[in-house]
């Protein structure tokens, strides 16, 4: 754990220190939170850049993160650190002269806080019995993220290559797993390493979401709603859940204890909770949405304000957007549609957009260049016409009133709520934004990506327009929050509507998270014999060695570094990557022969594993491999070599 906190730690301080450059009356809270995320973003780039011309090798960690600290040495200035006294002045002051609201807010991140913390530890866990996933939707994630990881910490796979896919270019955005493998290369444990961050980025991105929404209606209720909304985001499969407790025999307190199933995800329902089904699974996307939330916050007074022009500015912020492409894709391709439809609403006011295209260009292309090069994705299947999502021809006007409940109705609600308020004349970083016509043209980028995201698809598995389609809800919530804070406000039936129409927003999506903290779910993904067939592969084979398993996501090699000539199809479809030579080839060499051979020699195949996946999975002739070479045997677990 000390390796992770340390390294968090300095490139934290960097990020930081970066705040102050471009923010100006903001909380202590809020820079500690934008500093985690710009020093991820930023330390993760580096050390991709710096791996590329040393290796992936301590110095290299050391590196990257000394240059990520850096910024922190305009705190040698008089000017920034009186300007970092007063800011901590202000926060120890607020704690230490605390009023009920200032309590309220420590409870509420106290409570977010304890909520990471058990969530996220849900992830991943081992037992004398193997690792384990908590968490209904890891099962194929996990072993995904772990074999990226140990690739990069384990496999010397810099430039970094596919371990799924050997010999192809590794396009998935992938710097989420390669500042956990930093960690890892300076001693931390993996589980440890991926709880702490992934801890830490969820608290950032609440203390943004919190500052963001404060900011544009100046409510700090609204701002507080909008966190618990975006987390415990879901539908109306409480209304099965209900069921289910009416017809229980053995009474409420029993079904809440032993949940049968996810209540916001499966055959009937496909928006899914935050929490359960992005951020515990898609790490990337745990990075990304913060950092794209911080772009817009800057977005929104650089292209949304008539002010004066700040082309370095914005050329910064394209800087930092730029580095979307190798953390999630997804997330920048949603920030063009919002940056280039705020451009269009002001197309006099283009010295700033402009500023911005030219500093995300200038990471991005690079990024781009690289990833696309030697991948083995068809980049023509990301892209496609397709109606209505997942909807599976439902009528989509009931398939999203039933998948996330009152949350269009509530957000047209505060849509008109905040177009029908005065707007405000005085505008300052803090002051409210989102009143008059400053409220539609905010949200019409939003507006935008739903319908597209309804129309087409952008990426070869449908579902996964969600990594795009969450930006509209991330761009409704302010408004859903600030629609019912104001019903609240009304009288005591406004009141109690309001807590009525929140329960039903998050209902579903406490459910599910609520069977993940509470241990309901206990699924093993690797056996203890893969753990030690792995440690005795890592000890007797060369870290660029060239494996062959079975195509399945659980495959002992993931533990190792090591590549795999092909490991889960359902990820490489998704991916875009078409698999289905070499899933025959793989049946062929298991089967045995002089085919057998052939194809080991034509693929320069080092060792194959043999072991329960490959038996089950596949007809495996084991005299045939009983004639190579036993390189290590545990249990059920063979590795021969063959070549």
């Known amino acids: 754990m000390l390796a992770v906190v340390f390294l968090t730690t300095l490139f934290t301080a960097g990020g930081f220190a970066l705040t102050y450059l471009f923010a100006q009356e903001k909380r202590f809270l809020w820079r500690i939170a934008a500093g985690n995320i710009l020093g991820s973003a930023l330390f993760g780039t580096l050390l991709f850049a710096s791996g590329l011309v040393t290796g992936f090798e301590i110095h290299a960690v050391i590196f990257a993160a000394a240059f990520t600290f850096l910024p922190a040495g305009i705190f040698l200035f008089r000017n920034y650190r009186a300007q970092l006294l007063k800011d901590w002045i202000k926060a120890t002051g607020r704690l230490t002269g605390a009023n009920r609201q200032r309590y309220n807010s420590f409870a509420f991140y106290a409570i977010v806080s304890l909520l990471m913390i058990f969530f996220f530890g849900r992830a991943m866990y081992e037992t004398p019995e193997g690792i384990f996933t908590g968490a209904s939707q890891n099962l ?12 990069f910490a384990d496999g010397a796979n810099f430039p970094p290559m596919n371990p799924n896919f050997s010999g192809t270019k590794l396009a998935y955005p992938f710097i989420a797993d390669l500042i956990t493998a930093a960690s890892v290369k300076l001693g931390a444990d993996v589980r440890e390493a991926m709880l702490f961050e992934s801890v830490t980025r969820a608290i950032a991105l609440a203390v943004l979401l919190e500052s963001f929404v404060s900011a544009l209606f100046q409510s700090r209720p609204a701002a507080h709603l909008a966190v618990v909304l975006l987390f415990l985001s879901g539908g109306l499969g409480f209304v099965a859940f209900l069921s289910d407790a009416a017809g229980s025999q053995s009474g409420l307190y029993s079904v809440i204890w032993n949940l049968p199933h996810d209540y916001t995800i499966g055959d009937d329902y496909r928006w ?6 992005l951020f515990i699974t898609q790490r990337g996307f745990l990075l990304g949405l913060p950092l794209t939330l911080l772009v817009i916050d800057r977005l929104k007074d650089l292209l949304l304000t008539p002010a004066a022009k700040r082309p370095f500015a914005a050329f910064a912020v394209g800087i930092l957007s730029g580095t979307l492409v190798l953390i ?3 997330s920048l391709f949603a920030l063009f549609i919002i940056a280039a439809v705020w451009t269009l609403l002001r197309p006099r006011q283009f010295i700033n957009p402009l500023a911005f295209g030219i500093g995300t260009a200038t990471t991005a292309l690079p990024e781009l260049i690289w990833a696309l090069s030697g ?9 496609g016409f397709h109606l209505w999502w997942d909807s599976r021809g439902e009528n989509p006007v009931i398939f999203w009133l039933r998948n996330t409940g009152a949350a269009i109705p509530l957000c047209i609600a505060g849509l008109v709520f905040a177009y029908r308020k005065k707007e405000t004349t005085e505008r300052t970083e803090t002051s409210a934004l989102l009143f008059g016509g400053n409220a539609l043209r905010f949200y019409l980028p939003f507006a935008l990506i739903f319908a597209v995201s309804n129309c087409f698809k952008f990426a070869p598995w449908e ?5 795009i389609l969450f930006y509209w809800y991330v761009g409704s919530v302010p408004f859903i929050a600030y629609a019912i804070v104001r019903i609240g406000s009304f009288d005591i039936s406004g009141r109690l509507t309001a807590v009525i129409l929140t329960a039903i927003l998050i209902f579903s999506g406490a459910l599910d998270v609520w069977r993940t903290i509470s241990g ?33 996501y659980n495959s002992a090699i993931v533990l190792t570094g090591r590549q795999s000539f092909i490991r889960y199809p359902g990820h490489l479809a998704s991916h875009g990557i078409n698999y289905a030579e070499r899933e025959r080839d793989t049946q062929s060499i298991y089967a045995g022969g002089p085919l057998a051979r052939h194809l080991l020699e034509k693929y320069k195949i080092d060792y194959v594993l043999i072991s329960p996946e490959e038996r089950t999975l596949l007809q495996v002739n084991e005299r045939f491999f009983a004639a190579f070479p036993l390189a290590a045997e545990i249990g059920d677990y063979k590795i021969y070599k063959v070549r």
Request: proline share 6%; net charge positive.
């Open 140 to 151: 194929g994630d996990l072993p995904f993220h772990l074999g990226l990881i140990f690739s």
């Open 272 to 277: 899914g909770n935050a929490l359960t089904t």
């Open 328 to 330: 999630h894709l997804h």
């Open 375 to 383: 991948t083995a994705s068809n980049t023509s299947d990301f892209f």
């Open 463 to 467: 579902w996964d327009n969600i990594k």
């Open 520 to 552: 309901q779910i206990k699924i093993r993904v690797f056996p203890a014999t893969a753990l030690e067939i792995a440690s005795r592969i890592k000890a007797v084979t060369p870290k660029n060695a060239l494996f062959l398993n079975a195509p399945t």
